[in-house]
């Protein structure tokens, strides 16, 4: 008892649901943090190293995500201890039986993370009929990775965030140097959108390695190869090293889209950019952005600066179209990149604390009108 409330605080986890079934060696875990401002949102993330503590804690971000948002959700998130690449049918199964026992939590509405995607997201909706986004555009979604939804609003929270670099002041998106950890659905269009305001890729990692090259990755050439199923290490130039020595790559704009917990008290002084833009979910401890802060490294925390898949997938559920999705997307993370940005320059605190500021009033605000508090 004590130990699963290890985590509980005043905004939850208001649930935490073990899912099992031995027959097809099913195991999952939903946890759903806080539903005072709405249905949690938050995505059915695979892998076999994923823990009740990384679902927790991706739970709560998902909460401070939708509420920074200015969304009318909650947060929530699903864990299934199995590799993301069993062949299709054995996924296929897995998934549908998740849904299955998933059917009553009407207060959850499921989506995609690391190792599903929308075919798995038209499974669910075939399986239990509603409260899934993320489907595929045939079944009435929006394909949030094919349009690159949550790397367009890393793109404006990083536009937002240039001038208030202080080290040095200021630079431009045009020539910056970028590398990316992980170049999956975030990372390659995180590429893509920057390269387009022409600044330049100098490094890149996915699980099997890293590549560096100063003079610039052709950044399509790099799409190319992957999507062709090779790693970031077969881009012919460049120089290849293991995945982790993305951390200490020389650049201008770090952006983890990878796993949590990249950069921590270990590893931090490697980093030598001058902004970081969380891609990912909870990539650094606190301990790390603290000290990046503290060196004048501006840290865009990630329920800012990834909410665009987030609010991407909340627009699907209003039925909504991508068009439209784009617009509310680049409109809310400019809108909150500032809003944390000034809090956090004006009263010299973190822009962590300044988005958990932000945030946490909504949820609080949201919890007194309740009978209970975060459900
Ligand atoms: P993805 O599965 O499409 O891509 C992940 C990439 O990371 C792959 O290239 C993989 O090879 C690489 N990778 C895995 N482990 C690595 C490691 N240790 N070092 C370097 N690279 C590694 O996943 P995605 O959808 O791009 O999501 C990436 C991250 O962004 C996750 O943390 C996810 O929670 C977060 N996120 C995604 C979305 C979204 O819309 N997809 C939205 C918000 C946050």
């Avoid at 759903?32 to 804690?57: H, Q, Y």
């Avoid at 699980?207 to 970031?232: C, F, H, M, T, W």
């Amino acid at each position: 008892m004590a130990d699963i409330l290890r985590f509980a605080d005043n905004l939850g986890p208001a649930k935490i649901i073990q899912v099992y079934e031995p027959t097809i060696d099913l195991k999952a875990v939903l946890v759903i943090d806080n539903i005072a401002m709405g249905p949690a949102i938050g995505g059915i993330r695979m892998a076999p190293d994923v823990s009740i503590d990384e679902c927790i804690r991706l739970a709560r971000t998902m909460t401070l995500k939708n509420a920074a948002a200015g969304l009318s959700h909650g947060g929530g998130k699903t864990v299934v201890y199995a590799d993301a690449k069993v062949p299709r049918p054995e996924k296929e199964r897995l998934i549908r039986a998740l849904a299955s026992a998933l059917r009553n939590f009407p207060e959850y509405v499921m989506g995609p993370d690391m190792g599903t995607d929308e075919e798995c997201m038209a499974w669910i909706k075939d399986e239990i009929g509603h409260n899934v986004t993320g489907l595929p555009a045939e079944s009435g979604g929006i394909p949030i990775d094919q349009i690159g939804a949550t790397a367009w609003g890393l793109r404006h929270a990083i536009e937002v965030a240039l001038p208030y670099c202080t080290c040095p002041v200021g630079f431009s998106l045009a020539q910056a140097r970028v590398a990316i950890q992980g170049f999956g659905a975030v990372g390659m269009n995180a590429a893509r959108f920057l390269a387009e305001q022409k600044a330049i890729l100098v490094g890149a990692a996915d699980s099997q390695g890293s590549v560096y090259d100063p003079d610039g990755i052709d950044v399509n050439k790099l799409i190319r190869l992957k999507e062709a199923g090779k790693s970031v290490i077969d881009y012919p130039d460049g120089e290849k090293s293991d995945r982790d020595a993305i951390v200490g790559f020389e650049c201008d704009i770090w952006i983890p889209a990878a796993r949590p917990d990249v950069v921590t008290e270990k590893n931090m002084e490697r980093l030598k950019a001058k902004l970081v833009v969380e891609g990912a979910n909870i990539p650094l401890t606190e301990g790390a952005e603290k000290y990046l802060h503290d060196k004048g490294v501006l840290c865009i925390p990630d329920f800012i600066a990834n909410s665009g898949g987030v609010i991407c997938a909340a627009m699907e559920y209003r039925g909504k179209i991508e068009s439209e999705a784009m617009e509310v997307i680049e409109k809310k993370v400019r809108t909150n990149t500032r809003l944390v940005l000034e809090e956090s320059r004006l009263k010299k605190i973190t822009p962590r604390e300044a988005a958990m500021n932000l945030a946490v009033t909504r949820v609080e605000k949201a919890m007194s009108f309740k009978r209970w508090s975060i459900y």
